[in-house]
């Protein structure tokens, strides 16, 4: 009996938010006791509707009461503490019943239309009074008084779509009157039917995110074990290339110490008879010369050795000429190999991306750009000041190489680009064209000028507009003359557009396509005294 009689004070001295002994008791106005933290924290809650109530009985309060410790209630929590005891351990989470006294026991249904919750016992009548079976039940919710209009204190059942809000029927005939409105019940339906679609397709994203995921992983073993294999296979194929050059070395040397051992042979025998020839012109005596000049006449017919042609020094320019040669074709084939590799793999699982807008955000991608002279066109001059690159067109003769263009003064840059790129152009004169070309490009003929094949986007910069051209077609232009013109190119996204740059970047022209191999900047001029300069991009002018 004892510990029973201890047991009803422990659960009297529990709060019914918490669940827990009291911690700074208070008591408000309707006589129901709580932590002084809970029922503010519950109240808190409530400032907007500015209406206080009871959490145990509904009861409310206006204005907000002022909240006093109680110091007998916390005497007796502490006293109660003193005797080792302590309240079971309880659902922080769980609703209580509103009939059960002292709201300890876990609730089994909320109704909607009560706005209370209750346990198995009081929630009979619910379904053995015909009324009370209309009446939604849900699981137990500690939000029911959200479902009652704070205007007219009626449970709200419709809702308004014109202004998404949920309304009472009062609201629906005094300020939410003519709105479109519909019960609440409909347009959960029409929302679960468009949360539903919106799950299906989130997880469908997930799965294709997480298969995309797989895929990624396989390649990235399959790029890793190709890449292993790769270099062993170039490592052998050097070291065969170095074994060769070893045995070559050995050979070689062998060879020029053979001549060596020979021609100093040659030496010591011409020495000796150039020592008798010597002493037999210092003798005196007649008989004993002439007779010795008939024996060493022959020693002066003797014939020289054939001419032997000595260069290590070329035979290792060759080699080396040979190998850096072999290196750059290496480079190019790696470049366009894996840059045709990534535009095949992965583009479709990466989110697009979106484009720069400020000229700020644009030189984030720049990049430096340097001309190929040996694909410049043989009447095209070429010149550096101050790391800037400048092209006039002229007639100026120059070394032709078997890569620059025959028949139309432009060139291509060194870069093989790829990726998101940035570049300006600086203009002046007529009749320039700025481009982006693949590196195959026809270096002769008429199809060789950028712009009149499928290789090759240019656009062409007039005193007074502009033109694109691709593959023979011509697209007139529109925009503000300018001085200088910004690039942006995204490889993979199939993106390349051209800018007019000032304090503000004006788009000329967009392209969206398909590149299929890695992009050469490139320009040209069709215009005596004109010049182009590919500036290094920055925030500053230049």
Not at 208 to 237: F, P, T, W
């Amino acid at each position: 009996m004892a510990q029973r009689g201890i047991q009803m004070d422990q659960e009297k001295l529990c709060c019914s938010i918490c669940l827990d002994l009291l911690k700074d008791p208070v008591t408000i106005p309707c006589g129901h006791n709580y932590c002084m933290s809970c029922i503010k924290s519950h109240w808190d809650e409530e400032d907007q509707k500015e209406i206080y109530s009871c959490p145990q009985c509904r009861q409310t309060f206006g204005p907000r009461p002022a909240l006093v410790k109680n110091t007998m209630l916390a005497d007796l929590v502490e006293e109660l503490k003193k005797t080792g005891l302590q309240p079971a351990p309880a659902d922080h989470y769980y609703v209580a019943c509103d009939f059960c006294p002292g709201g300890k026991v876990k609730a089994l249904k909320s109704c909607l239309q009560c706005l209370v919750s209750y346990c198995e016992q009081h929630l009979q009548p619910h379904y053995e009074v015909v009324p009370l079976r209309k009446h939604k039940l849900v699981d137990p919710s500690q939000k029911l008084q959200e479902n009652v209009c704070t205007r007219h204190n009626e449970v709200m059942k419709i809702f308004c779509r014109t202004d998404q809000t949920c309304i009472c029927y009062l609201c629906s005939m005094d300020e939410h009157k003519g709105h479109d409105t519909v019960s609440a019940a409909a347009e959960m339906t029409e929302r679960q039917k468009e949360l539903g679609s919106c799950l299906q397709k989130i997880q469908q994203r997930i799965q294709n995110r997480e298969k995309n995921v797989k895929g990624l992983q396989q390649e990235v073993e399959a790029i890793n074990h190709s890449a292993e294999k790769a270099v062993e296979d170039i490592e052998r194929i050097f070291t065969d290339a170095k074994q060769q050059i070893r045995s070559r070395q050995k050979t070689e040397v062998a060879h020029v110490n053979k001549l060596q051992e020979k021609l100093q042979q040659e030496i010591t025998e011409l020495n000796r008879n150039l020592t008798e020839l010597e002493q037999l012109l210092h003798t005196d005596d007649h008989i004993q010369f002439l007779h010795n000049f008939i024996l060493l006449s022959h020693l002066s017919e003797a014939t020289d050795s054939s001419s032997i042609d000595i260069r290590p020094l070329r035979y290792t320019e060759d080699v080396t000429a040979a190998v850096s040669k072999a290196r750059d074709k290496l480079q190019d084939i790696l470049s366009e190999e894996w840059t045709n590799m990534s535009l095949t793999g992965t583009e479709d699982v990466l989110l697009p991306q979106a484009e720069p807008k400020t000229r700020a955000e644009f030189l984030k991608y720049s990049c430096q750009i340097t001309v190929d002279q040996n694909t410049a066109y043989r009447k095209f001059m070429y010149c550096s000041v101050l790391g800037a690159t400048h092209y006039y067109r002229g007639d100026y003769d120059c070394y032709s190489h078997p890569d620059s263009f025959t028949d139309w003064a432009q060139a291509l840059c060194r870069e093989s680009l790829t990726g998101r790129c940035y570049w300006e152009v600086d203009l002046k004169g007529t009749g320039i064209f700025i481009a982006v070309a693949y590196k195959n490009i026809s270096r002769a003929g008429r199809e060789s000028a950028f712009g009149h094949n499928d290789k090759s986007w240019a656009l062409e910069c007039f005193h007074n507009g502009y033109e694109f051209r691709h593959n023979n077609a011509r697209t007139s232009v529109s925009g503000p003359k300018c001085s200088r013109v910004g690039v942006y190119l995204d490889h993979s996204a199939g993106v390349l557009c051209f800018y007019s740059v000032s304090e503000t970047m004006t788009l000329l022209h967009r392209v969206q396509t398909t590149f299929t191999q890695p992009l050469c900047p490139g320009l040209g001029v069709h215009c005596d005294d004109t010049s182009a300069n590919i500036c290094r991009a920055s925030n500053t002018e230049d």
